[in-house]
């Protein structure tokens, strides 16, 4: 026969340095063989007191251990040293085993409340950056993606149109500003081939490789045939 008794009052144990106390909320697991369950509960109720006395006596020097924001650390701690013990000794009496959660004195919750509110809040605007950084990033990429399109398309300028003033003007400002490099470049392309050629290197697979690049680019942009 089990009986579960959780107990609303939590026994109070020194933390270190003595000037907070740390509360335990005790469970108390009784057992008994040969008695009824009513005949259990009232024994236990009645053996509470005692129940608790040794649980404190069994915490203190352990808690003592502990500085008084280390609640956690404490209930970890006490539950592994507990988990195994039952009282009393004598199996022919009613015994129990005990089960403890451990909170800080409130003294040191109202102290530790601005360091986690600032916490909070930190990781939030931490979360929100990232967001934003991803959006930001994938946003580049779509528009980068919509600008090349657009600069490919024979019909890019009425399409630009369609999208709004502002954009329009955008788009063909950045046109621009990428056809401006254009005449440099078939000029670079230009001058390798002619230069192989002029070394007298004849159609090697490296000039024919220019080649193809300086017509392919002039086909692409729509520039005029090479010159000579």
Not at 144 to 171: C, I, K, N, Y
Request: net charge negative; proline share 5%.
């Amino acid at each position: 026969m089990t009986f579960r008794q959780d107990v609303p009052q939590p026994l109070l144990v020194p933390a270190k340095g003595d000037a907070f106390d740390f509360r335990l909320h005790a469970v108390y697991a009784w057992t008994a063989s040969n008695m009824s369950f009513e005949e259990l509960r009232a024994r236990a109720e009645g053996l509470l007191p005692w129940a608790g006395g040794i649980v404190r006596e069994r915490s203190i020097d352990l808690a003592r251990e502990h500085e008084p924001h280390r609640a956690h650390d404490l209930e970890r701690a006490l539950n592994n040293l507990l988990m195994h013990q039952r009282w009393p000794q004598d199996s022919n009496l009613p015994q129990f085993g005990v089960h403890l959660r451990v909170s800080p004195d409130e003294r040191v919750r109202e102290r530790l409340r601005p360091y986690w509110e600032r916490r909070i809040e930190l990781e939030c605007q931490h979360e929100l950056q990232k967001i934003r950084a991803w959006q930001a990033d994938d946003l580049t990429r779509r528009w980068a993606a919509v600008l090349q399109s657009l600069e490919d398309d024979p019909v890019t300028g009425h399409a630009a149109h369609l999208a709004g003033a502002e954009f329009a003007e955008v788009f063909h400002r950045y046109v621009e500003e990428r056809r401006g490099v254009i005449p440099d470049l078939v000029t670079l392309l230009r001058e390798a081939v002619k230069g192989h050629g002029d070394l007298g290197l004849g159609p090697s697979e490296y000039t024919q490789a220019w080649d193809v690049a300086l017509r392919t680019y002039e086909r692409q942009h729509g520039l005029s045939g090479r010159a000579n």
